[in-house]
């Protein structure tokens, strides 16, 4: 089965985070990119345990910056920008295989620059508690990516 989908986490920084991701990644046959600086090593032991021994079944990419990952998207991509705030709702997106879903840091969100840059593709998750602040990284990416699955088709 080729890759279903690409999922890029912009500056993360809890390594256990960014290893279920990883594993949720290898489950779902989706391409992991990690835009750096990194907010842990890649040897972390905490990385290694949340992904378990799923990272070597997880296809990856690091990037040493935004600009050098997105120099490399292939024309026919699109970036889709998950963070509050956003118009729509990730359930009102149509997502196709060559789409990237595109993630920020856990204590800051995506950077402004994106945000305007990709406006017209922003999608927020619905939070109906006022007082939460927001929900895990990794939980974010398991609803967005389970929902372009079930859109695009894929089954397993």
Same mark, same amino acid.
């Given at each position: 089965?080729?890759?279903?989908?690409?999922?890029?986490?912009?500056?993360?920084?809890?390594?256990?985070?960014?290893?279920?991701?990883?594993?949720?990644?290898?489950?779902?046959?989706?391409?992991?990119?990690?835009?750096?600086?990194?907010?842990?090593?890649?040897?972390?032991?905490?990385?290694?345990?949340?992904?378990?021994?799923?990272?070597?079944?997880?296809?990856?990419?690091?990037?040493?910056?935004?600009?050098?990952?997105?120099?490399?998207?292939? &024309?026919?991509?699109?970036?889709? +920008?998950? #963070?509050?705030?956003?118009? @729509?709702?990730?359930?009102?997106?149509? /997502?196709? !295989?060559?789409?990237?879903?595109?993630?920020?840091?856990?204590? &800051?969100?995506?950077?402004?620059? +994106?945000? #305007?840059?990709?406006?017209? @593709?922003?999608?927020?998750?619905?939070? /109906?508690? !006022?007082?939460?602040?927001?929900?895990?990284?990794?939980?974010?990416?398991?609803?967005?990516?389970?929902?372009?699955?079930?859109?695009?088709?894929?089954?397993?």
């Amino acid at each position: 089965m080729s890759a279903a989908l690409n999922v890029v986490l912009v500056e993360p920084e809890i390594p256990p985070n960014t290893g279920n991701v990883a594993r949720l990644c290898a489950a779902t046959n989706s391409t992991l990119n990690l835009i750096e600086p990194l907010g842990f090593h890649l040897d972390d032991a905490q990385l290694k345990r949340a992904g378990m021994d799923y990272w070597q079944h997880v296809r990856w990419h690091r990037w040493p910056s935004w600009n050098a990952f997105a120099s490399t998207l292939p &024309a026919q991509a699109r970036v889709w +920008l998950i #963070e509050s705030g956003a118009p @729509r709702l990730y359930t009102e997106a149509s /997502f196709t !295989p060559s789409d990237y879903l595109v993630f920020g840091r856990e204590t &800051a969100g995506l950077p402004k620059e +994106l945000l #305007e840059q990709y406006n017209d @593709r922003w999608l927020r998750i619905p939070m /109906f508690n !006022p007082e939460a602040r927001s929900l895990n990284l990794s939980n974010c990416v398991a609803i967005v990516l389970f929902e372009a699955l079930r859109q695009i088709g894929t089954n397993a």
